[in-house]
DNA sequence: GCATTAACACGTA
DNA sequence: TACGTGTTAATGC
């Protein structure tokens, strides 16, 4: 529960093939990273960082489900944002080289990929390719925040249910992601901040426009033209 | 009125 | 058996 995970091993050939940005870098670069990258086994409910702690280290998933939240301290507990496959975060963190200021734990069980901090540092430093994949990866996660605001304002779950799962099949910030996405409705509840029934209902109704298929413990995605044009349009 | 929460039965892994 | 889903009932604003 406490501080950091506890299975920890060096990463395999499958593991690395699911780190995207690694294949952006110069050969070397890609090498000496590569072999600087350690994976860790997490399962649900399993903390990665906690408000307040020094980064060590950048993450991403490489599969599997993070949540990223400010737990209630005080006051309501907010999600932040749902970190999918391929998911990489906390650079904004390790670049201000400040404490975190939210939480990340698995929603399910999952494997992180990390790059301790001096090494993310490093290929700052020396790396174009890196400090390019960086800009994009902040730029649209920024997009993504401001979105957010305006989705939390609406009333429609059927759209906040839509915009959220859009959020999570961003191809930019989460390249990897399965079409079949492994979250329960309970966890959706969790990320979007509605209760569960609602998430239900709002599902309901996508899979009957054909935007989405349920199934057990998972949504399935069919239809991406579909499922932003109802994220945008409050359609009955 | 409504939206949220609690509680239930059922099906699935 | 434990968990996730879908529905209904109760509660709070």
Known sequence: MTG????RRSATPEDLAQIHWLQRLAPEDRAWAAARVQVHDLAPHDVLCVFGDQPTHWYGTL???LKLSNDSRDGLPITYAGLPTSGWFGEGTLIKLEPYRYNVSALRASTVGSLPVADFHHLL???LEFNRFLMAQIN???GQFMAARVTDRMRNPEIRVARSLLALF???LYPTVDAFFQITQQELAYLIGIPRQRINEALQQLAVKGVVELGYGGVRVLDTGLLSAVAAAPLR
């Open 140 to 142: 649209e996660r920024l």
């Open 170 to 172: 961003n191809p930019v």
């Open 63 to 65: 599969h599997g489900l």
């Open 4 to 7: 950091h995970p506890r299975r």
């Open 125 to 127: 430093d020396v790396s």
